[in-house]
T-cell receptor
Framework: AQSVTQLGSHVSVSEGALVLLRCNYS??????LFWYVQYPNQGLQLLLK??????LVKGINGFEAEFKKSETSFHLTKPSAHMSDAAEYFC???????????FGTGTKLQVIP | NAGVTQTPKFRVLKTGQSMTLLCAQD?????MYWYRQDPGMGLRLIHY???????AKGEVPDGYNVSRLKKQNFLLGLESAAPSQTSVYFC???????????????FGEGSRLTVL
């Protein structure tokens, strides 16, 4: 069984401030972990993924996430928020292969000018 | 690069009507999925397919049927629409097969369905 918990359904940051979106997971097998971003009225697109190659994963648009097995966490960060980062972000976990991907409930990021 | 294409993008139905959502992918992916997205609930898997001619139930399959007659297409049907099926529907595909598939999903842009 697997599950994903995203802390905070809404997060607001000032432009230029640090972005931190939290994700904790549970999985009975070594997981693959993902962050997807959804801009208004669009589908989800991959931001970054952890596939066991490196614990610190860099993604698009300056985002990165660190896999911490001891904390079962995969938090998403960006040093300096930009107005264009306003979107909804989803954390997801998968055992791989045809096994189903489980999504968190999402965190809406608001960037205040 | 079309990727995953969904049609229609918007539809309004009356209770009891039927309709079909079409998903087409041009990436030769083995696996295809239908999700629904509702506020505060994330994405929930309706049905999925691991290959042409195969389908399986996901987390919330009731009231929906699917077919995958061709590898590139995955159809989602509502036989008798209900207001509870008002949602945004997303189709996704993934590579699958034996190449260490991580489960990375490629999404369409969504189909917004309203049932009155």
């Amino acid at each position: 069984a697997q599950s994903v918990t995203q802390l905070g359904s809404h997060v607001s940051v000032s432009e230029g401030a640090l972005v931190l979106l939290r994700c904790n997971y549970s999985s009975s097998v070594p997981p693959y972990l993902f962050w997807y971003v959804q801009y208004p009225n669009q589908g989800l697109q991959l931001l970054l993924k952890y596939t066991s190659a490196a614990t610190l994963v860099k993604g698009i648009n300056g985002f990165e996430a660190e896999f911490k097995k001891s904390e079962t966490s995969f938090h998403l960060t960006k040093p300096s928020a930009h107005m264009s980062d306003a979107a909804e972000y989803f954390c997801a976990v998968s055992p791989g292969g045809y096994q189903k991907v489980t999504f968190g409930t999402g965190t809406k990021l608001q960037v205040i000018p | 690069n079309a990727g995953v294409t969904q049609t229609p993008k918007f539809r309004v139905l009356k209770t009891g009507q039927s309709m079909t959502l079409l998903c087409a992918q041009d990436m030769n992916h083995e696996y295809m999925y239908w999700y629904r997205q509702d506020p505060g609930m994330g994405l929930r898997l309706i049905h999925y397919s691991v290959g042409e001619g195969t389908t399986a139930k996901g987390e919330v399959p009731d009231g929906y049927n699917v077919s995958r007659l061709k590898k590139q297409n995955f159809l989602l049907g509502l036989e008798s629409a209900a207001p509870s099926q008002t949602s945004v529907y997303f189709c996704a595909s993934s590579d699958g097969g034996t190449r260490g598939d991580t489960g990375e999903l490629f999404f369409g842009e969504g189909s917004r369905l309203t049932v009155l």
